[in-house]
C-alpha cells in the first residue's frame, strides 16, 4: 500500500511534528483569551449586566383605578366606572387571517376590510404586540366573542375600566367629562403626581373633584419575554378605588328641567336655554340644565376627533354651561331688584299709583310700555304683576344707575356666586363711571330707563338670578350656590361635608322683600298675572316673567314675534320660587329665542315646581331637610 | 483494508471518547435548555439527537477504514464535494440570506467542504512537506486548494462559512517554513484585500455588524441587539449561573438564536463563570489531545489529518465564542457539539472520527 511506503520511521519528531506545541500555545492562547473576556464579562460586570437582564425582562404596568361615583341627593348613581370588553388580535398568532378576520368582523358587526386596514402589516416583534380592535362591545358581541374565541387563534378578549355616565347627556353640564391629561396641565405643577396619559376630570364635578374621585393607581410587575409578551406576574399592588361624590342634584327635578326643553312638537328645533333649581335656604343645586347638551360618554374611551370638532363647531356651543356662564339681560325679571332697591332707598311707596299711559317720556325721547295701551294707574303690586315698564322706568329715573348698580351688586348681581365649578362668569351691572371707562362717553339718562327694566347693558347668568331670587324668597339671605353634598372615600367614611355657605344679605328690609315678595306671587297667582302659566296646584308660587331683547331688535319696536325668525326672537325668563308664603325652593329658566318668558319659560319653572312638590308630597321627611337638620346647621342667615 | 484489528482497539483512544462524549452530553443538555418547551422535547431536540445518531453512525465508518486510505480518496472527493457545492449554489432554495442548504433546509454541503478540504491538504502537504515550503510561491498550489471552496461558499454569501473554511486551510501555515519577511508581505497583500473586502463586497448590514463589534452600543436594537443580548446573558450567569433552566435571557428568548449561533451563551448564562470556563476546558482539551495525537502519528498523513481535525474544531469554536463574549462580529458560525445543526453535527463526528482513526492506528505498524 502506498501509504506503508511513505511511513516515516522512528520515534523520532518529523518536521511536522516539531510544530505541534507550537499550534498548542495558540490555541492557549486563545482560549486563555476567552476565559479573561468570561471574567470581565461575568465577575467584573456582572451586576451592571444583571441589572440590564432585568430591564429585559420585567415591565412595570400601571393599573388604573376606578374612578368613584357620583351619586344624587338621594344616593342615585349618575356617573360610574363600568367594565368595558374589549377585542385584541396579536397578529403572530392568528394562522388564517382570512378565515378569522371575517369571522370576528361579523361577531363584532363591523366590515372585515377596515378590521385589516386597522390590523396594517406589523413586521419584527412588532408581530406580536396585541393591537386593540374594539374598545367597549355590547354584552351581545362580547358574548358571541367569548364563545368562539377557540376558534379564533390570536383573539383575545380584555376588560377595562369604563367611565359610564347611567343618563346619558343628563345633567352633563353638572358632571363634565373626563380626558387625557393635557401637557400644559402636567406642567402646571397642579398634577404633580400625575403621569402623561392619565385620565383625568376635565370639565364640571369631574374636574372639581378629581382628587376625591381618582382613587390611587396600583401597579404590576409583570415578567415578559422577547415579543412583550406577558409571561407571568411578580408581585401587584390592587389600585385603590375613587372614593364617592354625592351632588345636590335631585335626578327627578333635573330630568323635569330638561324634559321641559324637549320640543312637544318633534319637528320644532331643540330648544336652547338653561334652569337652575336652588334649595333657597342651604343653596342646594337641586338641578342644573344646559341646553343643547352633550354625553359625556363620548369621551369617555378617548373622544373621537368628528364628535369632538361638531361639539366645538356647533353654533349653539353644547360644551358651554348656559346656567353659569351664559350672560343674558335680565329683561323684567330685574324688576324685582329695582322694586325692593327703590322700597329701601324711599323712592316708592308702595300705596302711591303711577299712571301708565302705554308710554314715558324723557326728554325729547318717548319709551314704550310692551303694554301699548297703557296699564293705566298702577302701585307697586300691580305693577309686578302687570310687569308695568312705565311703573319701573320713573323708579330707575329717580334711583339713577349708580345707586341701581349699589342695590343690584348688594344682590350679587355684579359678583360670581362662587358655585364650585369651573368657567362661571359673572355677568354685567353698569354703572356711569364703567361706561365712561368703557366706552370714553357720559351715561345717557335714558341708559337708565332701559337699565330700569333690565335691557340696555345689563347681563346675568341665570344662577346669578336664582341666587337673588333666592335671597327675595328667604327673607335677604344670599346662599353660596353648593353643588356637592358629600364626598366619601372607597370605604364609605365621609372626608368631606361642604356646610351650606352664606354669602352675606342683600341690603334691604325684611319688610320691603316681603312687600315684593307678594308681588311676584300675584305675577302668578293673580289674574292679568304675566306668569300664570307657572301655576302648580295645591301650592302658591311666585315669580317673574322677563323679556329679554335679543341685539339687533330694539325693544321699543312692536314687531310681532310670530313674524320674526327664531334666532331672532326675545330671550324668555322666568324665575319663580314656591311654596309663596315660605319658599323652599327657587327656579330660574332662560329659554333663548323662546319669545315671551310668560309662555316659553314659566312652563319650564312650572314643570320643576311641580315635580319637587309632587315628590314632596310622597315623602313624609324630604332628604334635603332631613340632611340640614342632621347635619346641624340650620338656614343660612334666617 | 476495512476491519478493525485487534491491535486498533487494544489501541482504542479512550480519553478522546471520554473527552467528545463528556462535551456531546454538555451540548445536549445545553441545547434542552435552550430549546425547552413545556410538554416534551422540542422538535430542534429530537432532530438534533437523530443527528447525533446519524453522526454516531459516520464516525463509526470513519473510524473503521484504516485512515490511510483516505488518502486516495482524497482528491476525487474533494472535487465532488466542490461539484455538489456548485449544484447547490444553483438549484437550492434561497433559504436565511444564503443559498446553502440542500433537500428542503436539511442538508448544508458547504459543511462537507471542511472534512474535503482537511483531507486534500493533508494529501498535498503529505506530497509536499510543509518543511520545504519555503518560499510565498511554494503556496500558490495550496492557496488554490483552498481558494476553490471559500470562492464558493462566498458565491452563495456565506460569510461565516466561507472565513471559517479560509481559516481551516489556513491551520496548516503553522508547518510551513516562510521567512518572517514573506509573511510581512502577506501581512500587506492580507490588509490590502480586507479593504477591497469593505469596499467592494460587504453589505451595509454586515459592515454595521463589524461597526458593531468596536462600539457595541452603537446600535442596541439593529445589529447591536444580538452582541447585546449575548452579553447581558453571560454577564448576567454571574460566578455560578443562574441555574439550570433558570436563565431569564434564554427562557424569556431575549437570546437571539439561542439554540443555535449563541447557545454558549446560554449555557453561560445558566452555569455562570464556573460553567464556562468547564465547558471551554473540556474543549481546549479536546484539541490539544488531537494534537498529541498528530504528535504521536507514525506517519505525515496522519499528523496532517489530525492537525487538519483540529483545526476544523478549533476555528468555529474560536469565531462562535468571539461572537458570543462580543470579541467579534456577529457572523453564523456555530459552535460544535453545542449548537443546533444536524449537518454540522455529523460533519463533527466525521472529523472526530477521523481523528480517532489516526489516534488508534499510531501502534499499528
Known amino acids: 500500500m502506498i501509504a506503508l511506503d511513505q511511513r516515516v520511521g522512528g520515534s523520532s519528531d518529523t518536521d511536522i511534528q516539531q510544530r505541534v506545541p507550537w499550534i498548542a500555545a495558540f490555541i492557549l492562547a486563545v482560549f486563555a483569551l476567552f476565559f479573561g473576556r468570561l471574567f470581565q464579562l461575568q465577575v467584573i460586570q456582572t451586576d451592571d449586566l444583571r441589572i440590564r437582564s432585568l430591564h429585559n425582562s420585567v415591565r412595570t404596568l400601571r393599573v388604573e383605578a376606578p374612578r368613584g361615583d357620583i351619586v344624587d341627593r338621594d344616593g342615585r348613581i349618575i356617573a360610574t366606572t363600568r367594565p368595558a370588553f374589549g377585542v385584541q388580535l396579536i397578529p403572530h398568532d392568528v394562522r388564517h387571517p382570512d378565515v378569522v378576520i371575517p369571522a370576528l368582523a361579523q361577531l363584532i358587526d363591523r366590515d372585515p376590510g377596515e378590521l385589516r386596514a386597522q390590523i396594517g402589516t406589523p413586521r419584527g416583534r412588532l408581530r406580536f404586540q396585541p393591537i386593540r380592535l374594539a374598545g367597549d362591545l355590547s354584552d351581545d358581541q362580547y358574548a358571541g366573542v367569548e364563545s368562539h374565541l377557540f376558534a379564533l387563534p390570536g383573539i383575545v378578549s380584555d376588560k377595562r375600566p369604563r367611565r359610564h355616565y347611567v343618563g346619558g347627556d343628563l345633567a352633563a353640564h353638572v358632571l363634565g367629562y373626563i380626558g387625557e391629561i393635557h401637557g400644559a396641565q402636567l406642567e402646571s405643577g397642579a398634577f404633580a403626581d400625575y403621569q402623561q396619559g392619565e385620565v383625568i376630570g376635565q370639565a364640571g364635578i369631574e374636574s372639581v373633584e378629581q382628587d376625591a374621585l381618582r382613587g390611587r393607581a396600583g401597579g404590576v410587575n409583570q415578567i415578559v419575554d422577547v415579543a412583550g409578551r406577558v409571561v407571568g406576574d411578580i408581585d401587584k399592588i390592587d389600585p385603590v378605588p375613587g372614593g364617592s361624590v354625592q351632588l345636590t342634584i335631585d335626578l327627578d327635578l333635573q330630568r323635569a328641567a330638561e324634559g321641559a326643553f324637549v320640543p312637544e312638537d318633534p319637528a320644532e328645533h331643540a330648544r336652547v336655554g338653561a334652569v337652575v333649581a336652588l334649595d333657597v335656604h342651604s343653596g342646594d343645586v337641586l338641578a342644573m340644565v344646559s341646553k343643547p347638551s352633550f354625553d359625556p360618554n363620548a369621551f369617555a374611551g378617548g373622544i373621537e376627533a368628528a364628535y369632538w370638532r361638531q361639539l366645538n363647531t356647533d353654533k349653539w356651543k353644547p360644551i358651554q354651561n348656559r346656567a353659569i356662564s351664559g350672560q343674558y339681560p335680565p329683561g323684567s325679571t330685574y324688576k324685582a331688584i329695582v322694586a325692593a332697591a327703590g322700597l329701601e332707598a324711599g323712592l316708592i311707596d308702595p300705596n302711591r299709583r303711577v299712571f301708565c299711559p302705554g308710554f314715558f317720556r324723557l326728554g325729547n325721547r318717548t319709551y314704550k310700555c ?190 310681532d314675534d310670530d313674524n320674526v325668525a327664531p334666532e331672532l326672537r326675545d330671550h324668555a325668563w322666568f324665575v319663580g320660587f314656591a311654596p309663596a308664603e315660605a319658599p323652599e325652593i327657587v327656579v330660574a329658566a332662560l329659554v333663548e329665542h323662546g319669545g315671551h318668558g310668560g309662555s316659553a319659560a314659566a312652563p319650564v319653572v312650572q314643570k320643576v315646581l311641580a315635580r319637587y312638590f309632587e315628590k314632596r308630597a310622597v315623602q313624609d321627611v324630604p332628604a334635603q331637610v332631613a340632611w340640614v337638620a342632621g347635619s346641624g346647621s340650620g338656614r343660612a342667615g334666617d | 483494508m476495512l476491519g478493525i484489528d485487534r491491535r486498533s482497539i487494544q489501541n482504542f483512544d479512550w480519553t478522546l471518547l471520554a473527552l467528545v462524549a463528556l462535551l456531546s452530553a454538555a451540548g445536549l443538555v445545553n441545547l434542552y435548555s435552550a430549546t425547552w418547551v413545556p410538554d416534551g422535547i422540542s422538535d430542534e431536540m429530537r432532530r438534533q439527537l437523530i443527528s447525533f445518531g446519524i453522526g454516531a453512525a459516520v464516525a463509526v465508518l470513519c473510524i473503521a477504514i484504516d485512515y490511510r486510505h483516505f488518502e486516495r480518496f482524497a482528491a476525487p472527493a474533494f472535487a465532488a464535494v466542490l461539484v455538489v457545492i456548485a449544484i447547490t449554489m444553483v438549484i437550492a432554495q434561497n433559504t436565511r440570506g444564503s443559498q446553502s442548504w440542500l433537500f428542503g433546509g436539511r442538508v448544508q454541503p458547504s459543511e462537507l467542504a471542511k472534512v474535503a478540504l482537511v483531507l486534500a491538504l493533508a494529501r498535498y502537504f503529505q506530497r509536499y512537506p510543509p518543511g520545504q515550503t519555503t518560499r510565498l510561491r511554494d503556496l500558490a498550489r495550496p492557496g488554490a486548494i483552498i481558494a476553490l471552496p471559500v470562492g464558493l461558499i462566498l458565491g452563495q454569501h456565506d460569510m461565516g462559512v466561507a472565513l471559517l473554511t479560509l481559516l481551516i486551510g489556513g491551520t496548516y501555515l503553522f508547518l510551513v517554513r516562510i521567512p518572517w519577511r514573506a509573511w510581512f508581505g502577506v501581512a500587506v497583500l492580507g490588509a490590502a484585500s480586507l479593504v477591497a473586502l469593505w469596499t467592494f463586497v460587504l453589505a451595509p448590514y454586515q459592515k454595521e455588524r463589524i461597526l458593531t463589534v468596536v462600539d457595541p452600543d452603537r ?134 472520527g477521523l481523528l480517532m482513526n489516526v489516534s488508534m492506528r499510531r501502534y499499528v505498524f
Not at chain 1, 361635608?497 to 305675577?523: K, M, Q, T
Not at chain 2, 452582541?227 to 447581558?232: K, N, V
Open chain 2, 219 to 352: 446600535d442596541p436594537l439593529a445589529s447591536g441587539f444580538q452582541s447585546a443580548q449575548s452579553r447581558i446573558a453571560i454577564g448576567s450567569g454571574g460566578l455560578l449561573g443562574t441555574g439550570y433552566r433558570e436563565g431569564t435571557q434564554t427562557q424569556l428568548r431575549f437570546l437571539p438564536a439561542q439554540h443555535t449561533d449563541f447557545a454558549f451563551s446560554v449555557l453561560a448564562e445558566e452555569w455562570g463563570f464556573v460553567g464556562s470556563c468547564a465547558a471551554l476546558s473540556l474543549y481546549a482539551t479536546m484539541l490539544i489531545w488531537g494534537l498529541v495525537v498528530a504528535r504521536s502519528s507514525k506517519d505525515e498523513f496522519g499528523a496532517l489529518l489530525a492537525i487538519g481535525v483540529v483545526g476544523s474544531l478549533f476555528w468555529p469554536a474560536v469565531l462562535n465564542v468571539a461572537m458570543v463574549v462580543g470579541l467579534a462580529p456577529v457572523i453564523g458560525v456555530p459552535l460544535p457539539l453545542f449548537s443546533y445543526g444536524g449537518s454540522a453535527l455529523v460533519v463533527t463526528f466525521a472529523l472526530l
Open chain 1, 370 to 559: 310692551w303694554k301699548h295701551e297703557g296699564h293705566g294707574s298702577v302701585d307697586l303690586h300691580r305693577a309686578l304683576v302687570e310687569s308695568c315698564d312705565v311703573y319701573f322706568y320713573t323708579v330707575g329715573r329717580d334711583l339713577g344707575v349708580d345707586r341701581l348698580f349699589e342695590f343690584a351688586n348688594g344682590f350679587n348681581l355684579s359678583r360670581l356666586t362662587g358655585i364650585t365649578l369651573p368657567h362661571e362668569m359673572t355677568g354685567l351691572i353698569p354703572t356711569s363711571s364703567w361706561k365712561e371707562k368703557r366706552f370714553k362717553e357720559p351715561w345717557m339718562a335714558g341708559e337708565t330707563i332701559s337699565a330700569s327694566i333690565g335691557q340696555g347693558f345689563d347681563l346675568v347668568t341665570p344662577l346669578q338670578l336664582a341666587v337673588a331670587y333666592g335671597a327675595i324668597a328667604n327673607g335677604g339671605a344670599l346662599v353660596k350656590p353648593r353643588l356637592v353634598l358629600r364626598v366619601a372615600d372607597e370605604d364609605g367614611r365621609l372626608v368631606d361635608v361642604p356646610a351650606p355657605a352664606a354669602a352675606g344679605r342683600v341690603p334691604v328690609r325684611r319688610a320691603y322683600l316681603d312687600l315684593v315678595r307678594s308681588g311676584l306671587e300675584g305675577v302668578v297667582e293673580e289674574p292679568h298675572g304675566t306668569g300664570a302659566r307657572a301655576r302648580v296646584p295645591g301650592v302658591r308660587v311666585a315669580g317673574k316673567t322677563g323679556t329679554a331683547q335679543v341685539v339687533g331688535l330694539k325693544h321699543t319696536e312692536n314687531v
